[in-house]
């Protein structure tokens, strides 16, 4: 039996171009699941950067204004009670003060 080399030729050219068109059409979805992916991704990227940033301008924020408040209240009565103390100091300090002029006062004076 005779190889016809036309045939084979044509049998190879026809396999060859079969072969590109199929494997242009897997490039193609290839393509398109790829970035299709690539666009679901960014969106939950997105949703979730816009999560954090919410998450850090109410939540966080409402807490660290919360700890804030907390800590000048602290500070306030702090200083009341510094206040409170360093008069009640200056007064004991004053009554002995006092006294001693008294005493001063009242002593005769040496002769």
Known sequence: ?????????????????????????????????????????????????????????GVVAEGLKSDIALGAEAVVTLTERLGAEMRAGVEVIDRRLLRVETRLLSSPEPS
């Open 1 to 57: 039996m005779a190889v016809d080399d036309a045939g084979l030729e044509r049998l190879r050219d026809d396999l060859l171009a079969a072969i590109r068109v199929s494997e242009h059409r897997i490039r193609g979805e290839f393509t398109g699941a790829i970035s299709a992916s690539e666009a679901r991704l960014g969106a939950r990227i997105d949703a979730s950067a816009a999560e954090t940033r919410r998450h850090m301008g």
